[in-house]
């Protein structure tokens, strides 16, 4: 049960969604997760500063997850998802921040796992 959320400085294309979407449900399975109960969520257009200054071509990604993965994984997603973006909306990789917040508490269809 992961939730991806993108926060991107600049527009984001319904096709670049799309493609972006279809990349993370394949890699999602790096950190023992499946496309089938993905959510993915996209915020274009956000206000971003990195080393105090305002870029058009910044990404954060907050990965939710039930449960946990392996470092190697997280390390492993992390460069999938820098060359996700770059590939797609073209922004370097020393411009995305990915942060991973694992959970034991997960709500779904009126109930928790």
């Not at 500063?49 to 939710?64: I, P, T």
């Amino acid at each position: 049960m992961p939730f991806i959320n993108t926060k991107y400085s600049g527009d984001i294309a319904p096709e670049q969604e799309n493609n972006i979407k279809a990349a993370l449900g394949e890699a999602v399975s790096i950190i023992g997760k499946s496309e089938n109960w993905l959510m993915v969520g996209f915020e274009p257009n956000c206000t971003l500063y990195f080393k105090g200054e305002k870029s058009e071509k910044l990404a954060f990604v907050d990965v939710s997850l039930y449960g946990s993965a392996s470092d190697s994984a997280y390390e492993k997603f992390t460069a999938a998802v820098c060359k996700i973006l770059a590939d797609n909306l073209g922004v370097p990789s020393d411009n995305v921040y990915v942060k991973y917040s694992p959970t034991a508490h997960w709500g779904w269809n009126g109930g928790n796992f």
